[in-house]
Structures are given as structure tokens and as C-alpha cells.
């Protein structure tokens, strides 16, 4: 009994003492945001330590949860630092978390969503905006270059150009090579209108497992590019970025003086048969540098005004951009104006609604294509004007017909200017309810407006340069695209050691194209502008179909489940189905699955007792993708008319005929696209030391090959021999490679090493047929081939015939035999001695060979940034290696054209002067075929960026009312090693026709000063 009664008391006790520690407790409130942004975070975990008691915030960020007043608050989300917080009787706490330094922690944007870098079973890098307006690029997607492993960028020195970009390999012949861009929910082929101080972070999704969400435009890779927005809780600032600075070429490309000129030219003439040169005295002649008159040192300028705040409910940024470039050829202009708004509301906890909108103006000042052509061949003893101020006229300088330009009239009297109008953005609505559901909808879309105004004046320069009659053409352009998504997104978490998030989705979108081309003759140039309704022989021309069809509709249902178990095994499955009405009703709808998993390695309990990694993780994916970007046109079956077909009629009348001169496919479909991805990430050493290791297959299914057919059915010349059908297969795979280290010394210096490496190789798997593609790529004659594609080998290698040594003397020639029968009996001293490849005595086609691959195997890049105290510098270094340029400039040549210096310096001119280089008649007989003299090394390695900075100390800058004062020096390109004997080794161009150097954009260095100020 007594016993009993002691247990009693001993429980009563218990009970009063729970109660009273329950009577003690508070309610605490509060809200979690983003020690940066001031964005509030919804979903945080808040717990009371050593108690079962915890809580989420809501979608407004705040919480609410019962505590004793001297408890202790764990506070934690993915992708920031864990706080722990006293609440010291406080029952009101607001709490800001700080992002994690850790790479895996960071959160980067994926399609149509966000996640933890640790919990991405793909392959995706993100970049931050910061980095991107670190550099003087006027396109965001420039900036990139030499950053991503797997990514190549190919940029062009014209002004507001936009870049071509390869991420993992080139994966198609005929279809749009470039990947997809996706600018705040909306796609975009193109986002020249972007201005890079806008971006606040770019993500490239390089595998088929994180592209697959976006379908039917993801085989080439996707890049996202998430603009700027407002600040919660955060008075209004005002930031001010500009720069000014000056575009200079790289490299200095020196041609042959007048003295060399006439010299190389009278050797040329004794070759052709002349008993002497037409040029009796050599050094009687000066010289025009061609180079430096037409080409210069440009201006840049770029100007960025930003507005920022927004209290708890409404967040704005407004942002104005203008920038004016210089091209380096003299003329040439290039003006951009934008103008971003960007507005978010939160109208209660539950709805959030929000737009951004982008208004674009592009106006610039075109030049003649031909003028690089025209530098480089111009005649260098013809001035530029004559005394009496008329053009210097290659007339009068006994030169071929082909030589007869002067290049600063083509410049003079080339009119061209080109403006571009374009308003873009979208309005979205995010609706929170049963506490896990977010249903998401967004309406996006691209309207464009552009005109090219050209006009040829009557005009005499020169003997060969006149016009007799005035043209006006006009070039008008209208895009409309419109893109409606919705989205709806479970999210929870299960028993703490399950979490899952299903996303379901639906959307359509709309792409309108429409050029009309307007001209007419005799329109005179009244001084204030030019209207075709003053001339005659108007014509009108609407051109509907090109690479896109006039008019084309998707419609678009797509769902993605991501589930991950203790955050130690992780799940990601993809479907995505699309329809096109640009296909047949057979072969409209593609469905593209995707599977991804991962295995955190760290998390699991053999690894709790080590200290070297802090996070390591196993990722590997599948998938399918499309790449609606084929030429769907060509299933059209069009009816030709012209002046070679005449209709005879009944009693011999006549008329103008018609009839089928091309043959097409029965029907084009998308090229499809699989992927396999596997890889290593890995945190080490405290974080300072972040490793990724990546492997890659990525094939083109139903790729779109050229497919023979018989000339002799009666086609025209411009169709050749062939029709394109889906009958390949590509592939492009290899190994990816990023490490960085990040640490500090002592409490001023900080430092950010980092680097990266892809190897890529690409191939032609399969072709129906072993069909194979051959290109002339500016060679001289159409049967000139000098690209070729072909089963096993990579898409538009070079290809011609092998270049053994130079012909030294007539006796050489002859010696060259095959038996009795000597293999090139044309040839003369001086001429290329090609290698008899198949060993039947003759120098024809069969003896072509592969000479090199325009498709590079290893693209790098090494990235740095140092602090110390006030002071930032950042260096970045680019470039890529196993790849070919075929420098086509040297070559294209018909006559009395003018040579480099190198080749000058180094021609054959007699027995023994040379045996790599050949004579002056570099472009007769044979040597002017396709061979691996005109194949260089395209390899380079360059300083992408330099900059240095300092920020004025805030003790000077709050004087001034001042928040940020930083003043910097930088410099773009200014370094670079190569071996090419070209302008730049940085050279694009399509599928079977890349890497050929003719008529190319020279690229430049940049060398500016900026500042950036925030009030």
C-alpha cells in the first residue's frame, strides 16, 4: 500500500511539473529570408532543439510554434547554412539565412523549377549574373565562353552578332544546331535582345535527363536565364553600370606592300607564259594598307540604370540599358536600347502574381559581306583617291578583272541600315492551397517588328564599280510567338525521411513568321529619304516558307516526379509529349521519357567517420529529346517557272511553261535525340575543394542525311543529286572535367581557382545507303569539294588531296611515275606534288583523303578571382584544341588578286626556295584544288577577360551618400596564342560548312574602363 502510494505521488508530481513547464512556454513568431535578397523562403524547417516540436514557414515565409522562453531554434533549408537561434524570451524573431558556400548546397534553376545542385541527377551548371556582367560582352551567352565544360561558343566580331553555341557536339546536319533559350518561362531561339547586366543567373542543362522536360527543343541542350528582380522589405536603390572603351583586332594580319605586290605578280606572269612581268619597275610603286583603311579602332560604350526595392507585399526592378558599339570595319554601327520591368505582388499568403517585360531596339548600319574578301585581295599599289580627290581605280593598273575593286567605294556607296523592334516578357500567377499544392499558370510572348532598308545610288567610281540605275529594296520582318503553360506541383515530406514532388503540366505555343521584300528601280535620293512610290519596276515579294513554316502550333503535356529517401537516394523521372502542325498527322506527336538517379554518398553511415569529403554523390540519366528545328518546307513539292520552259498551245501559241524540277521526300519529321550521362560530384577539405567528373553518349536518331537519286529524271542543276530524308544516326561523346578550390588567407585575402575541361568526339554512326554529304565551301569551282560527311567519320571533316612537297623543276615533274606513266604530266615548278593515295598513277578524286576536323575534341577554360582588402581581380583563361580551320582566303584567288606577306615571304621562286609553300600561280592548274596546304591548326588558347577593380571605401562613399562606388579596368581577348595565319582561329559556320575561313568577321580585343554606383 505504501508502495502505491508513492508511485502516486511520484506521477501527480510529474504531471504539475509538465503542466507548469507547459504554462511556461510562448508562442513565438516570425519570418525566414534570404540574407541577400530579402526574398522570404517558404518551407523552412524551424525546430525546437532536444524537443519533438518543429513547424515550416509558410508561403509568405513566416512561422509560428511554441517554445520555453529559454529553448534553443534550429533553423534549416537546402542550399543554406543551418542557424541555430536563442529565443531568449523573444516572441517575435525574424531570421535571415545565408546561402552555403558548398557547391552541392547551392540551388540552382532547373526546368521549370529550382532544386538543391545535391539533389540534380542530371548534368547542369549554373553561372551567376555577376559573373556574366563581369565581362564586356554585349550578348550574355559570349560570356559563357571558356566556363561551362562541354560548351562551345563561337563569336563573331560583328557588332550585336549573337554567338554560335555547341553544348556537347554538333547533332545535326540540317536542323538548328543551336540550343534553346528559356528567358524567365518564355522560349526564344535567339536572345540578342538581352542585355547581360540583366541576368541573375544562367543554368545550362547539358543532359538528356534535365533537358527532357522541355521536349521537343531540347536535343541541342537548354539554357535557362532567370533576369533580376526586386528586393522584399528594401528601400528604393538606384544602380549605375557603365563602361567606356576601345575594340582593337587581335591580330595584326599583314599583306603583301606594293613593292612585293608587282614583284609576285611579274612572277606570275612568266609562269602563265610571258617573257617578262607587266610591272618593269617593282620598286617605283607605293602601297595602300588596305587593312588599316577600312578596318579601326572602335568605340564601345555601354550605359545600365537600375531601380530596385519593394516592401513586404510588391518587389520592382526597372532597368534601362544602351549601348553603342563600332564595328572595326569603318562604316559599321550597331546601337542597342532595352528596357526591363519586372513587378511581383503577393496579393495574400496563398496567391502571388507578377510580370516582366522587355522592350528592345536594335539599329545599326550594315556593310557589303564581300568587303573582308575585298581587303584582303585588294590591289596595294592602287591609292585610295587620286589627287584630285577621285577613287583610285584598279583600271589603271593593268590588273585582271577579278582584281578590279577598290574597297572604299564598296564601303562609300553600300547603303544599308537595318532596325529591329521587339517587345517580349510574360505575366504568371502562383496559386498555394492544401497546403502542398502550388498550381502555377504564365502567359509569355515575343512580338518582333524588323526592316532592312537598302539603296544602290546611280553612281561612276571606277572603271568596274558604277551603277546606271538606283535601286531601293525593302526587307520587312514580323515575328509573333505566344507561350501558355500551366503547372501544377505537389510537394511534402514524409516521416522526415521521404520527400517527394510531382509536377504535372500542360501548354501550348504559337510561332508566326512573315517576310514581304519590296524594290524598285530609278528611286531618287531626295536627302531626307527614299520611297518607292518615286521609282518603277516595283515588285513585291512575300516569302513564306524558309526554314520554319509561315504559321506552326505545339501543344504540349509534360509531368516530372522527383522523390529522394533521407536525401541519400534520389529519383527523377520525365514524360513529356508534343505535337507539331508542322508534320503530317502521322508523325505530329513525339513523346520523350527520362530517367535520373542518385546516390549520395556521404550521407550514408561508413562515411560519418571521415573527414575528406563533405558531400559526394553518384548521378547517372537516360533520356529523349527532339529537335524540332528541321526544315520542314522541304516535304513541299513546288512548280518552277522561268525562262527555259515554254508551254506550245494549239496553232503554235506559246507562253511561259511551268513544270516539277526538284524532287522531295514524302514527308520530314524531327530528329530525335537519346542521351546516357553518368558522374561524380564531389565536396572536399571543409568545402575549399569541389571536383565533377562526367561521362556522355549522345546519338541523333532519324537524323536528316542527303539521300542519292539519278540526275538524268530530269531535275535542275540546284537540286544536284540528292534529297534529304530522316536516314542517320549521330553521335557525339566524352568526358567532362571541373575543379575548383576556394579559400582565404588571413581575414583580407580570398582567392577562387577553378577549372575545366570536355572532350568531345563526334561521329557518323549509320546512313542508309552509306550515303555521304560533300560541300564546297568557298573553293574555287562547284566540283571543288573541301568538306565531307560520310559514314564513321565526324560531320563536316575537311577533305581533299595530300600535299606531299613543291615540284622543284621540270625534271622533277617528270621523275614523278608510276611506271612509265608520270602522275601529274600537267604540273610545273613550283606547283604542289600531290600524293598518289590509291597508287594507280593518276591524281584524281580517288586520291582525296581526310585532312582535318573542324569539330573541336577538347574545349577548356581556367577561371580566377582574388580579394584583397578593397581590391578584386578576376582572370580568365579560354580555348580549345583538336580542331581545324581550312583557310580558304589564300586560295580564292582568280587572277592578279593580292597575297599575304607570309605567303610572299615564303612562295616557291625558284629551285630550292621552298618546298611547303607554292609559286605565285597558287590558284592554277591544280593547286587551287582542296588539299592540306589551305588546312591549319585551329587551336588557340586566349585571356578571355582580365579585370581589375577597386571599391572606394565606405567611410569616403557615405560622405558622398553613396551606398557603392567601385571603379575597374578591363580587358577582353587582349591576349592570344595561336598558330593560324589568319585573323582569328575562332571561326563558325553551318554543319558541313564550319571552320572555313572566307569572308569572316574579324574578331577584336576590348580594352575599357567602367564603374558601377549604387545610391
Given at each position: 500500500m505504501k508502495r502505491i502510494i508513492t508511485i502516486s505521488l511520484c506521477g501527480l508530481l510529474c504531471l504539475l511539473f509538465i503542466n507548469r513547464a507547459s504554462a511556461q512556454n510562448i508562442t513565438v513568431k516570425g519570418t525566414v529570408t534570404d540574407s541577400k535578397t530579402g526574398e522570404t523562403l517558404v518551407g523552412v524547417s524551424i525546430a525546437v532543439k532536444s524537443t519533438q516540436t518543429g513547424t515550416q514557414t509558410g508561403p509568405d515565409g513566416k512561422f509560428t510554434l511554441s517554445a520555453a522562453p529559454t529553448a534553443e531554434l534550429s533553423i534549416s533549408y537546402i542550399g543554406y547554412a543551418t542557424q541555430t537561434i536563442a529565443v531568449a524570451g523573444k516572441t517575435d524573431i525574424d531570421v535571415k539565412l545565408v546561402a552555403q558556400t558548398n557547391e552541392l548546397q547551392q540551388v540552382v534553376v532547373v526546368g521549370y523549377g529550382t532544386q538543391r545542385k545535391l539533389d540534380v541527377t542530371g548534368s547542369v551548371v549554373q553561372i551567376k549574373g555577376e559573373e556574366i556582367s563581369k565581362q564586356s560582352s554585349v550578348n550574355p551567352i559570349s560570356s559563357l565562353q571558356g566556363k561551362v565544360a562541354g560548351v562551345q561558343i563561337t563569336n563573331s566580331g560583328s557588332p550585336g552578332a549573337s554567338p554560335e553555341v555547341r553544348i556537347r557536339g554538333l547533332g545535326t546536319v540540317y536542323g538548328n544546331a543551336n540550343p534553346l533559350y528559356v528567358v524567365d518561362g518564355v522560349w526564344y531561339d535567339d536572345i540578342s535582345f538581352l542585355n547581360p547586366?540583366?541576368?541573375?543567373?544562367?543554368?545550362?542543362?547539358?543532359?538528356?535527363?534535365?533537358?527532357?522536360?522541355?521536349?521537343?527543343?531540347?536535343?541541342?541542350?537548354?539554357?535557362?536565364?532567370?533576369?533580376?528582380?526586386?528586393?522584399?522589405?528594401?528601400?528604393?536603390?538606384?544602380?549605375?553600370?557603365?563602361?567606356?572603351?576601345?575594340?582593337?583586332?587581335t591580330n595584326e594580319f599583314k599583306l603583301a606592300n606594293g613593292q612585293q605586290y608587282a614583284t609576285i605578280i611579274n612572277e606570275l606572269d612568266v609562269l602563265g607564259g610571258a617573257a617578262q612581268g607587266r610591272y618593269a619597275d617593282p620598286n617605283s610603286f607605293g602601297t595602300t594598307d588596305w587593312n588599316h583603311q577600312i578596318y579601326r579602332n572602335a568605340l564601345i560604350t555601354n550605359h545600365n540604370l537600375t531601380v530596385n526595392g519593394g516592401n513586404d507585399k510588391s518587389t520592382y526592378n526597372v532597368a534601362f540599358g544602351y549601348l553603342k558599339q563600332d564595328g572595326i570595319v569603318s562604316t559599321n554601327t550597331f546601337d542597342r536600347y532595352t528596357l526591363r520591368i519586372k513587378n511581383d505582388f503577393e496579393l495574400s499568403q496563398y496567391l502571388k502574381v507578377g510580370y516582366t517585360l522587355t522592350g528592345n531596339l536594335n539599329q545599326s548600319r550594315d556593310i557589303d559581306g564581300s568587303i573582308f574578301h575585298q581587303t584582303y585581295a585588294a590591289v596595294p599599289i592602287v591609292p585610295v583617291r587620286y589627287a584630285d580627290g577621285t577613287y583610285g581605280d584598279p583600271n589603271d593598273f593593268n590588273v585582271t578583272s577579278s582584281a578590279m575593286f577598290n574597297p572604299q567605294v564598296t564601303l562609300d556607296f553600300f547603303n544599308q541600315r537595318s532596325k529591329t523592334y521587339r517587345a517580349n516578357g510574360n505575366v504568371y500567377a502562383d496559386l498555394k492551397f492544401a497546403k502542398h499544392f502550388t498550381f502555377h499558370t504564365s502567359l509569355g510572348g515575343d512580338y518582333g517588328q524588323g526592316a532592312v532598308t537598302n539603296y544602290s545610288p546611280l553612281y561612276t567610281a571606277t572603271f568596274s564599280q558604277r551603277s546606271t540605275k538606283s535601286t531601293l529594296t525593302l526587307t520587312n520582318n514580323q515575328t509573333r510567338n505566344w507561350i501558355f503553360?500551366?503547372?501544377?506541383?505537389?510537394?511534402?515530406?514524409?516521416?522526415?525521411?521521404?520527400?517527394?514532388?510531382?509536377?504535372?503540366?500542360?501548354?501550348?505555343?504559337?510561332?508566326?513568321?512573315?517576310?514581304?521584300?519590296?524594290?524598285?528601280?530609278?528611286?531618287?535620293?531626295?536627302?531626307?529619304?527614299?520611297?518607292?512610290?518615286?521609282?518603277?519596276?516595283?515588285?513585291?515579294k512575300d516569302v513564306e516558307y524558309g526554314q520554319y513554316p509561315l504559321y506552326s502550333t505545339v501543344s504540349s503535356y509534360f509531368g516530372r516526379v522527383n522523390y529522394s529517401f533521407k536525401s541519400r537516394y534520389l529519383l527523377n523521372a520525365t514524360l513529356r509529349a508534343d505535337g507539331s502542325s508542322k508534320f503530317s498527322p502521322s508523325e505530329r506527336w513525339g513523346y520523350f521519357p527520362a530517367v535520373g538517379a542518385g546516390w549520395v554518398i556521404s550521407e550514408e553511415e561508413f562515411m560519418k567517420n571521415q573527414s575528406f569529403f563533405n558531400t559526394l554523390k553518384l548521378r547517372g540519366s537516360w533520356g529523349k529529346n527532339g529537335n524540332m528545328g528541321v526544315p520542314a518546307a522541304l516535304s513541299t513539292l513546288v512548280v518552277t517557272q522561268n525562262d527555259g520552259l515554254i508551254y506550245v498551245g494549239p496553232g503554235g501559241y506559246t507562253s511561259p511553261g511551268a513544270n516539277i524540277t526538284t524532287i522531295v521526300p514524302d514527308q520530314i519529321y524531327w530528329e530525335k535525340s537519346s542521351g546516357t550521362d553518368i558522374g561524380i560530384e564531389a565536396s572536399m577539405l571543409k568545402n575549399r575543394l569541389y571536383a565533377e567528373v562526367g561521362y556522355y553518349d549522345k546519338r541523333t536518331d532519324r537524323a536528316i542525311f542527303d539521300a542519292p537519286i539519278l540526275s538524268s529524271i530530269g531535275l535542275s542543276s540546284s537540286s544536284g543529286s540528292s534529297i534529304i530524308s530522316n536516314q542517320a544516326t549521330f553521335q557525339n561523346k566524352g568526358f567532362e572535367f571541373l575543379v575548383t578550390w576556394k579559400d582565404k588567407i588571413g581575414k583580407d585575402f580570398g582567392y577562387t581557382l577553378s577549372g575545366n575541361l570536355g572532350i568531345n568526339q563526334n561521329k557518323v554512326l549509320s546512313v542508309a545507303g552509306n550515303n555521304y554529304i560533300d560541300q564546297a565551301v568557298n573553293t574555287v569551282g562547284s566540283a571543288n569539294i573541301n568538306t565531307h560527311t560520310v559514314l564513321g567519320q565526324p560531320i563536316g571533316q575537311f577533305y581533299g588531296l595530300k600535299v606531299v612537297g613543291i615540284f622543284q623543276t621540270p625534271e622533277e615533274v617528270a621523275a614523278y611515275k608510276k611506271g612509265d606513266n608520270q602522275i601529274m604530266p600537267n604540273a610545273k615548278a613550283g606547283d604542289f606534288k600531290y600524293q598518289d593515295v590509291n597508287n594507280d598513277g593518276v591524281i584524281d578524286d580517288k586520291d582525296r583523303v581526310v585532312l582535318g576536323n573542324p569539330n573541336p575534341k577538347f574545349t577548356y577554360g581556367f577561371n580566377t578571382a582574388f580579394t584583397y582588402k578593397n581590391f578584386d581581380l578576376a582572370i580568365d583563361v579560354q580555348g580549345v584544341a583538336g580542331v581545324d580551320i581550312y583557310n580558304a582566303n589564300v586560295a580564292l584567288r582568280f587572277g592578279t588578286e593580292n597575297y599575304s606577306q607570309d605567303f610572299f615571304n615564303n612562295r616557291w621562286h625558284g629551285a630550292g626556295t621552298s618546298n611547303t609553300y607554292p609559286s605565285a600561280n597558287i590558284a592554277g592548274g591544280q593547286n587551287n584544288r582542296s588539299n592540306s596546304f589551305y588546312v591549319e591548326s585551329g587551336s588557340y588558347v586566349r585571356v578571355?577577360?582580365?579585370?581589375?577593380?577597386?571599391?572606394?571605401?565606405?567611410?569616403?562613399?557615405?560622405?558622398?551618400?553613396?551606398?557603392?562606388?567601385?571603379?575597374?579596368?578591363?580587358?577582353?581577348?587582349?591576349?592570344?596564342?595561336?598558330?593560324?595565319?589568319?585573323?582569328?582561329?575562332?571561326?563558325?559556320?553551318?554543319?558541313?560548312?564550319?571552320?572555313?575561313?572566307?569572308?569572316?568577321?574579324?574578331?577584336?580585343?576590348?580594352?575599357?574602363?567602367?564603374?558601377?554606383?549604387?545610391?
Amino acid at each position: 500500500m505504501k508502495r502505491i502510494i508513492t508511485i502516486s505521488l511520484c506521477g501527480l508530481l510529474c504531471l504539475l511539473f509538465i503542466n507548469r513547464a507547459s504554462a511556461q512556454n510562448i508562442t513565438v513568431k516570425g519570418t525566414v529570408t534570404d540574407s541577400k535578397t530579402g526574398e522570404t523562403l517558404v518551407g523552412v524547417s524551424i525546430a525546437v532543439k532536444s524537443t519533438q516540436t518543429g513547424t515550416q514557414t509558410g508561403p509568405d515565409g513566416k512561422f509560428t510554434l511554441s517554445a520555453a522562453p529559454t529553448a534553443e531554434l534550429s533553423i534549416s533549408y537546402i542550399g543554406y547554412a543551418t542557424q541555430t537561434i536563442a529565443v531568449a524570451g523573444k516572441t517575435d524573431i525574424d531570421v535571415k539565412l545565408v546561402a552555403q558556400t558548398n557547391e552541392l548546397q547551392q540551388v540552382v534553376v532547373v526546368g521549370y523549377g529550382t532544386q538543391r545542385k545535391l539533389d540534380v541527377t542530371g548534368s547542369v551548371v549554373q553561372i551567376k549574373g555577376e559573373e556574366i556582367s563581369k565581362q564586356s560582352s554585349v550578348n550574355p551567352i559570349s560570356s559563357l565562353q571558356g566556363k561551362v565544360a562541354g560548351v562551345q561558343i563561337t563569336n563573331s566580331g560583328s557588332p550585336g552578332a549573337s554567338p554560335e553555341v555547341r553544348i556537347r557536339g554538333l547533332g545535326t546536319v540540317y536542323g538548328n544546331a543551336n540550343p534553346l533559350y528559356v528567358v524567365d518561362g518564355v522560349w526564344y531561339d535567339d536572345i540578342s535582345f538581352l542585355n547581360p547586366n540583366d541576368v541573375e543567373s544562367l543554368s545550362v542543362l547539358k543532359d538528356a535527363s534535365s533537358e527532357a522536360i522541355y521536349g521537343i527543343r531540347a536535343a541541342n541542350g537548354v539554357i535557362l536565364i532567370t533576369t533580376k528582380k526586386g528586393s522584399k522589405n528594401t528601400k528604393a536603390t538606384v544602380n549605375y553600370d557603365g563602361i567606356v572603351g576601345n575594340q582593337v583586332i587581335t591580330n595584326e594580319f599583314k599583306l603583301a606592300n606594293g613593292q612585293q605586290y608587282a614583284t609576285i605578280i611579274n612572277e606570275l606572269d612568266v609562269l602563265g607564259g610571258a617573257a617578262q612581268g607587266r610591272y618593269a619597275d617593282p620598286n617605283s610603286f607605293g602601297t595602300t594598307d588596305w587593312n588599316h583603311q577600312i578596318y579601326r579602332n572602335a568605340l564601345i560604350t555601354n550605359h545600365n540604370l537600375t531601380v530596385n526595392g519593394g516592401n513586404d507585399k510588391s518587389t520592382y526592378n526597372v532597368a534601362f540599358g544602351y549601348l553603342k558599339q563600332d564595328g572595326i570595319v569603318s562604316t559599321n554601327t550597331f546601337d542597342r536600347y532595352t528596357l526591363r520591368i519586372k513587378n511581383d505582388f503577393e496579393l495574400s499568403q496563398y496567391l502571388k502574381v507578377g510580370y516582366t517585360l522587355t522592350g528592345n531596339l536594335n539599329q545599326s548600319r550594315d556593310i557589303d559581306g564581300s568587303i573582308f574578301h575585298q581587303t584582303y585581295a585588294a590591289v596595294p599599289i592602287v591609292p585610295v583617291r587620286y589627287a584630285d580627290g577621285t577613287y583610285g581605280d584598279p583600271n589603271d593598273f593593268n590588273v585582271t578583272s577579278s582584281a578590279m575593286f577598290n574597297p572604299q567605294v564598296t564601303l562609300d556607296f553600300f547603303n544599308q541600315r537595318s532596325k529591329t523592334y521587339r517587345a517580349n516578357g510574360n505575366v504568371y500567377a502562383d496559386l498555394k492551397f492544401a497546403k502542398h499544392f502550388t498550381f502555377h499558370t504564365s502567359l509569355g510572348g515575343d512580338y518582333g517588328q524588323g526592316a532592312v532598308t537598302n539603296y544602290s545610288p546611280l553612281y561612276t567610281a571606277t572603271f568596274s564599280q558604277r551603277s546606271t540605275k538606283s535601286t531601293l529594296t525593302l526587307t520587312n520582318n514580323q515575328t509573333r510567338n505566344w507561350i501558355f503553360e500551366n503547372t501544377l506541383t505537389y510537394q511534402n515530406t514524409f516521416n522526415k525521411d521521404h520527400s517527394l514532388t510531382v509536377l504535372l503540366g500542360q501548354g501550348a505555343q504559337s510561332y508566326r513568321f512573315n517576310q514581304t521584300i519590296e524594290s524598285a528601280e530609278n528611286v531618287p535620293d531626295n536627302g531626307n529619304g527614299y520611297y518607292l512610290s518615286q521609282g518603277n519596276n516595283y515588285k513585291l515579294k512575300d516569302v513564306e516558307y524558309g526554314q520554319y513554316p509561315l504559321y506552326s502550333t505545339v501543344s504540349s503535356y509534360f509531368g516530372r516526379v522527383n522523390y529522394s529517401f533521407k536525401s541519400r537516394y534520389l529519383l527523377n523521372a520525365t514524360l513529356r509529349a508534343d505535337g507539331s502542325s508542322k508534320f503530317s498527322p502521322s508523325e505530329r506527336w513525339g513523346y520523350f521519357p527520362a530517367v535520373g538517379a542518385g546516390w549520395v554518398i556521404s550521407e550514408e553511415e561508413f562515411m560519418k567517420n571521415q573527414s575528406f569529403f563533405n558531400t559526394l554523390k553518384l548521378r547517372g540519366s537516360w533520356g529523349k529529346n527532339g529537335n524540332m528545328g528541321v526544315p520542314a518546307a522541304l516535304s513541299t513539292l513546288v512548280v518552277t517557272q522561268n525562262d527555259g520552259l515554254i508551254y506550245v498551245g494549239p496553232g503554235g501559241y506559246t507562253s511561259p511553261g511551268a513544270n516539277i524540277t526538284t524532287i522531295v521526300p514524302d514527308q520530314i519529321y524531327w530528329e530525335k535525340s537519346s542521351g546516357t550521362d553518368i558522374g561524380i560530384e564531389a565536396s572536399m577539405l571543409k568545402n575549399r575543394l569541389y571536383a565533377e567528373v562526367g561521362y556522355y553518349d549522345k546519338r541523333t536518331d532519324r537524323a536528316i542525311f542527303d539521300a542519292p537519286i539519278l540526275s538524268s529524271i530530269g531535275l535542275s542543276s540546284s537540286s544536284g543529286s540528292s534529297i534529304i530524308s530522316n536516314q542517320a544516326t549521330f553521335q557525339n561523346k566524352g568526358f567532362e572535367f571541373l575543379v575548383t578550390w576556394k579559400d582565404k588567407i588571413g581575414k583580407d585575402f580570398g582567392y577562387t581557382l577553378s577549372g575545366n575541361l570536355g572532350i568531345n568526339q563526334n561521329k557518323v554512326l549509320s546512313v542508309a545507303g552509306n550515303n555521304y554529304i560533300d560541300q564546297a565551301v568557298n573553293t574555287v569551282g562547284s566540283a571543288n569539294i573541301n568538306t565531307h560527311t560520310v559514314l564513321g567519320q565526324p560531320i563536316g571533316q575537311f577533305y581533299g588531296l595530300k600535299v606531299v612537297g613543291i615540284f622543284q623543276t621540270p625534271e622533277e615533274v617528270a621523275a614523278y611515275k608510276k611506271g612509265d606513266n608520270q602522275i601529274m604530266p600537267n604540273a610545273k615548278a613550283g606547283d604542289f606534288k600531290y600524293q598518289d593515295v590509291n597508287n594507280d598513277g593518276v591524281i584524281d578524286d580517288k586520291d582525296r583523303v581526310v585532312l582535318g576536323n573542324p569539330n573541336p575534341k577538347f574545349t577548356y577554360g581556367f577561371n580566377t578571382a582574388f580579394t584583397y582588402k578593397n581590391f578584386d581581380l578576376a582572370i580568365d583563361v579560354q580555348g580549345v584544341a583538336g580542331v581545324d580551320i581550312y583557310n580558304a582566303n589564300v586560295a580564292l584567288r582568280f587572277g592578279t588578286e593580292n597575297y599575304s606577306q607570309d605567303f610572299f615571304n615564303n612562295r616557291w621562286h625558284g629551285a630550292g626556295t621552298s618546298n611547303t609553300y607554292p609559286s605565285a600561280n597558287i590558284a592554277g592548274g591544280q593547286n587551287n584544288r582542296s588539299n592540306s596546304f589551305y588546312v591549319e591548326s585551329g587551336s588557340y588558347v586566349r585571356v578571355r577577360n582580365m579585370q581589375l577593380g577597386y571599391t572606394i571605401p565606405t567611410a569616403i562613399t557615405s560622405k558622398l551618400n553613396i551606398n557603392r562606388l567601385r571603379v575597374f579596368v578591363n580587358a577582353q581577348n587582349a591576349l592570344n596564342f595561336f598558330s593560324y595565319k589568319g585573323f582569328s582561329p575562332e571561326v563558325g559556320g553551318g554543319a558541313t560548312r564550319a571552320g572555313v575561313d572566307a569572308n569572316v568577321y574579324p574578331l577584336y580585343a576590348t580594352y575599357n574602363f567602367g564603374v558601377n554606383v549604387g545610391f
